[in-house]
């Protein structure tokens, strides 16, 4: 069984510009999370969907930063315009069943760097 | 709010020792604990999860924890270190009720000497 892929695995862009981050959960997760680590500080929630719907995006920093999953199967996790503040590890994660007693699988992040 | 703390950011041990990974936890409610652990450039890994029910929980790897609710721990054991087991651990909480976060301490860093 694939598991959690996300693409790039490293990226590197000046303040300002638009980044798009990919995460391929393993097939039939119907759970989706988008977690950050910054600076070797804890993981941080982003947010979660449910197939293609937002169950909860309570974590998303500010506006600068949209998550799609169209389809219900990959998701994109776009920053525009992107600030230094903004770099870190971008980890996604899946899970086959809704309910926070389930372990989540995760991918092996991106790393953003934002000069 | 819900918080984790792993008050060790480094945590070293000789092969062949036992070794623990400390986390304790502030939730209101029901706590649904986890270990993680993540390998060099590697996603994080499920080691254990404690539900309900024995307060000791076995995982992968010759890993348990101990979930101790009147201290509000769960510290991460093993009763003899492997130098593959140098990696970072993380420690995490989410709740029975309401909401679907799961929420992750700053991970500590396990070294093995061979």
């Known amino acids: 069984e694939a598991g959690v892929t996300q693409f790039p695995s490293h990226s590197v862009i000046e303040k300002g510009q638009t980044v798009t981050l990919r995460c391929d959960p393993i097939s039939g997760h119907d759970n989706l999370y988008w977690y950050r680590r910054v600076m070797g500080k804890e993981i941080k929630f982003l947010l979660h969907f449910v197939k293609e719907s937002k169950q909860d995006e309570s974590g998303m920093p500010n506006n600068r930063f949209l998550a799609e999953r169209t389809g219900g199967t990959y998701s994109t996790l776009k920053v525009q315009p992107a600030e230094l503040e903004d770099s870190g590890v971008y980890f996604c994660?899946?899970?086959?069943?809704?309910?926070?007693?389930?372990?989540?699988?995760f991918g092996p992040g991106t790393r953003l760097t934002v000069l | 709010a819900q918080s984790v703390a792993q008050p060790e950011d480094q945590v070293n041990v000789a092969e062949g020792n036992p070794l623990t990974v400390k986390c304790t936890y502030s939730?209101?409610?029901?706590?649904?604990l986890f270990w993680y652990v993540q390998y060099p450039n590697r996603g994080l890994q499920f080691l254990l999860k404690?539900?309900?029910?024995?307060?000791l929980v076995k995982g992968s790897y010759g890993f348990e924890a101990e979930f101790n609710k009147s201290q509000t721990s769960f510290h991460l054991q093993h009763p003899s270190a492997l130098v593959s087991d140098s990696a970072l651990y993380f420690c995490?909480?989410?709740?029975?009720?309401?909401?679907?976060?799961?929420?992750f301490g700053a991970g500590t860093r396990l070294f093995v000497k061979a």
């Open positions: 939730v209101s409610g029901n706590p649904y």
């Open positions: 404690y539900i309900t029910g024995d307060n």
């Open positions: 994660a899946s899970s086959p069943r809704l309910g926070t007693y389930n372990e989540q699988f």
């Open positions: 995490a909480v989410s709740l029975d009720t309401g909401g679907f976060k799961t929420i």
